[in-house]
């Protein structure tokens, strides 16, 4: 008897969780009701997108300056500051933390000519501003606790507080390009969402390609992994070296590369994150699959 009305409670909560949700559904939907036009994938353009996921994730395992993946990360015990880990993860962040932020600027203004935004002078006004909150971050603030995040306390929002588990798995300059980037998109955003209508239309683009639901907090984060990406891709111009493209671009996002993938509300599982920003940006999805070091030999 107790497990046959248990298991009706859960029948019904499922109805009802598949109720609320579909109801939120609707309302995303009719709320965004305009004539805009949808962005779609070809079918030969999702076999390049699930490509292009395999050469990251391939290089995750290939380079011995991967991002360790953020699955990887939570397991890990906590990791002292002075540990030399973390030591050299906070100096690589606090040193990249200048260049990132022109980078970041240069990414959102493009952002906003591509959508659009930069005919609307309230909104070339917005951006303004929040170049002027970018601008204004001083200091990456290493912490034990933060673990395996980084994050913006908007009330301190000079600082990116940033886990020196996370300070330590990210290897790269390219890694910790991006996930600078990804926190001074938030800051850039900053406590009124001042960008919503840019960070809306890239959600709502990135639904379309993908198929997932991707508004709200999601568009959000989505969108400050976009412009980590656009961010790593414009320093890899920047600064050309011997390893090839595909490793370097890879380095932006493969601490998504998880085994264990889930997500929550606010946030896509990371294996959905790399598939919305790539679907987002199909000159990655091209760059990652054409110039691997194995295409590069003769
Ligand atoms: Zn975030």
Known sequence: MISFASLRLCVKCFFLVLLISASTV????????????RASM????????????GVVCTQAKLDPKSSVAIDEMQARPSLPIQSPEAREGAERAQRLLPLTKSLMIASLEQLANEYGFEKSPAFRQRIKQAIARVNSVKRVRPDMDSRDNASVYLS?????????IFLAGLRSDEGMISVLAHELMHIADGDNDSLRPLVSAIGNKASDLT??????????????????????RAFITTTPGY??????IARSVQHNCVELDEGDEDHLSPRNTIRALLALNPV???????????????
């Open 26 to 37: 609707a309302q995303t939907k009719s709320g965004s009701h305009t004539s805009r036009a």
């Open 284 to 298: 990655l999805v091209r760059e990652l699959i054409n110039d691997r070091e194995d295409r590069k030999s003769p």
């Open 211 to 232: 198929g997932l639901e991707i508004h709200g907090q999601r568009s959000e984060e989505v969108t400050c992994d976009l412009i980590g990406a656009m961010a790593v």
């Open 156 to 164: 301190r929002p000079h600082v990116i507080t940033f886990g020196t």
């Open 243 to 248: 390893e090839s493209l595909a490793r370097r």
């Open 42 to 53: 070809s079918a030969e353009a999702k076999a390049l997108l699930d490509e292009a996921i």
